[in-house]
C-alpha cells in the first residue's frame, strides 16, 4: 500500500498533449469570440438605451411642460373668476349694507306716523272722526311696515348669496392652492437634470397612487368650480339689480304716501281752520246778540216799571170818583175812560211781560250756542294743535331718502 502512494505522475502521449492544446486554443478563441460580442452588443444596448432614456426623458419633459401650460391655463381661469367673484362680493356686500341703511331709516316714519295715529285720539267731541287723514296715516303705517318685511326678505335674500360666493370663493382658492402647490411641483421637476444635486433611489415610486384622478376629472373638478363660481356671481349680479329696484320702489312707495299724507293734513288744517273762523264770527254774533237780548230785557223791564205809576194813577181816580156824592156817581165818560186805561194798561203789561219771557228764553237760546260754539272752538282749537303743531311738526323731520 505504501508503494502505491509514492507512485509517479501519469504519463501521457504526445498527441493527447497536443489536443488537449488544441482544446484550450479553441476553448479560449470561443470565449473571446462570445465575450467580443458581447462587448459590441452592450456598446449597442448601452447605446440603445441611452438614446432610449434620453428620449424617454425628453418626451417626459415635453409632457411635463404641457401639464405646466394645463395647470397654468387653468390657475389663470381661476384666478380670473376668483377675482371676478371677489369685486362681485364686495359690491354685494356694500349692496347689503345699502338695504341694512334703507331698513333703519324706515325706524322713525314708521315711529311718526304711529304717533300721529295716536296724538289724533286725544282729539275730543265731534272732531274725533274717521277722516282722510287717519286713512292715510293708517295707510302709511301699513305701507312702511310692508317696506319693512320686504326689506328684511331681502337682506335675509342677500346674506344667503353672499355666504354662497364666500363658498364658491373657498372652493376656488383651494382649487388654486392645490394648483399652485401642483405647478411648484412640477416645476421643480422640469428643472431636474441628471446632475442635479438631491437624486436618490425612491423604492416603490414607480406606482399610480390609489387615490389619483384621471385628466378628465381633474379638468371637470376645477371646470365644475368655475361654473358654480359663475352661477353664484350671475345670481348675485341679478339680486344686486332686484335690490336696485326694491329700494328705488320702496323709497318711491313711502315718499309718495308721505305726501299724500301731508296733503291731507294741509287739507284738514285748512278745512278745521275754516271752520273754526266761521264758528268765531258766529260766536261774535251770538254775543253781540246777547248784549242786544240783555239790553232789550233791560228796556221792558223798564217799560213794564213804567207802567207802575200809571197803573196806580188811574186806579187811584176810580177809587176817588166813587166818592161822588148821590146823582153825581154818574158813568160819564171819564168813567168809561178810566176803566179803557186801566185794561189798556194791564194788556201793555201783558204784552210787555210776554214779550219780557221770549227775549229771556231767547237769551237763554243764545247763552246755550254760545256755550256751545266756544266748547267746539275750543275742540277745533285742540284739534289745529294736535294736527298742526304736534304731528305736522313731526313730520317735518321725515326724511325718505334714495339709498
Known amino acids: 500500500k505504501m508503494a502505491k502512494l509514492v507512485q509517479g505522475p501519469t504519463r501521457f502521449t504526445h498527441p493527447e498533449w497536443t489536443t488537449s492544446n ?3 486554443y479553441a476553448n479560449a478563441e470561443s470565449e473571446r469570440a462570445a465575450a467580443e460580442r458581447l462587448v459590441e452588443e452592450s456598446k449597442r444596448l448601452s447605446e440603445e438605451t441611452a438614446k432610449r432614456t434620453e428620449k424617454t426623458q425628453r418626451d417626459v419633459s415635453k409632457k411635463l411642460e404641457q401639464r405646466i401650460d394645463d395647470i397654468k391655463y387653468w390657475k389663470k381661469e381661476l384666478d380670473d373668476k376668483l377675482a371676478n367673484l371677489v369685486t362681485e362680493i364686495d359690491s354685494l356686500i356694500a349692496f347689503k349694507a345699502r338695504v341694512e341703511k334703507a331698513l333703519e331709516a324706515t325706524a322713525e316714519p314708521l315711529h311718526i306716523a304711529k304717533q300721529c295715529l295716536l296724538n289724533r285720539e286725544k282729539r275730543t267731541s265731534i272732531d274725533l272722526v274717521h277722516d282722510d287723514v287717519q286713512k292715510q296715516l293708517i295707510k302709511e303705517v301699513e305701507t312702511i311696515e310692508g317696506v319693512q318685511a ?4 331681502t337682506l335675509e335674500q342677500t346674506t344667503e348669496q353672499i355666504r354662497l360666493n364666500r363658498k364658491s370663493k373657498y372652493q376656488l382658492e383651494k382649487d388654486l392652492k392645490d394648483k399652485f402647490s401642483a405647478l411648484s411641483i412640477d416645476e421643480y421637476c422640469a428643472e431636474l437634470r441628471n446632475n442635479s444635486h438631491g437624486l436618490k433611489f425612491k423604492d416603490g415610486a414607480a406606482k399610480i397612487e390609489a387615490n389619483s384622478v384621471c385628466p378628465e376629472d381633474w379638468q371637470d373638478f376645477s371646470d365644475a368650480n368655475i361654473l ?9 349680479v341679478e339680486l344686486r339689480t332686484l335690490i336696485d329696484g326694491i329700494l328705488q320702489q320702496t323709497s318711491n312707495d313711502m315718499r309718495k304716501q308721505c305726501s299724500d299724507v301731508n296733503v291731507a293734513f294741509n287739507k284738514r288744517i285748512s278745512e278745521t281752520k275754516d271752520t273754526k273762523s266761521k264758528l268765531e264770527d258766529h260766536l261774535n254774533k251770538i254775543v253781540g ?3 242786544e237780548a240783555e239790553e232789550n230785557i233791560s228796556r221792558l223791564k223798564k217799560a213794564i216799571d213804567d207802567k207802575v205809576l ?3 194813577l188811574a186806579q187811584t181816580r176810580l177809587d176817588t170818583r166813587t166818592n161822588r156824592p148821590n146823582v153825581e156817581l154818574c158813568r160819564d165818560p171819564v168813567q168809561y175812560r178810566l176803566i179803557e186805561e186801566v185794561g189798556e194798561i194791564e194788556s201793555s203789561v201783558a204784552q210787555l211781560q210776554a214779550r219780557l219771557k221770549q227775549t229771556e228764553d231767547s237769551l237763554k237760546g243764545l247763552i246755550r250756542n254760545q256755550l256751545a260754539l266756544e266748547e267746539d272752538i275750543g275742540v277745533k282749537a285742540n284739534t289745529l294743535f ?14 325718505i331718502q334714495n339709498f
Open 22 to 24: 488544441l482544446t484550450h
Open 150 to 153: 320686504l326689506l328684511n326678505r
Open 228 to 236: 358654480k363660481a359663475e352661477r353664484e356671481r350671475q345670481s348675485s
Open 289 to 291: 246778540q246777547i248784549k
Open 310 to 312: 200809571p197803573m196806580q
Open 386 to 399: 294736535i294736527d298742526e303743531v304736534e304731528c305736522m311738526g313731526m313730520r317735518k323731520s321725515i326724511n
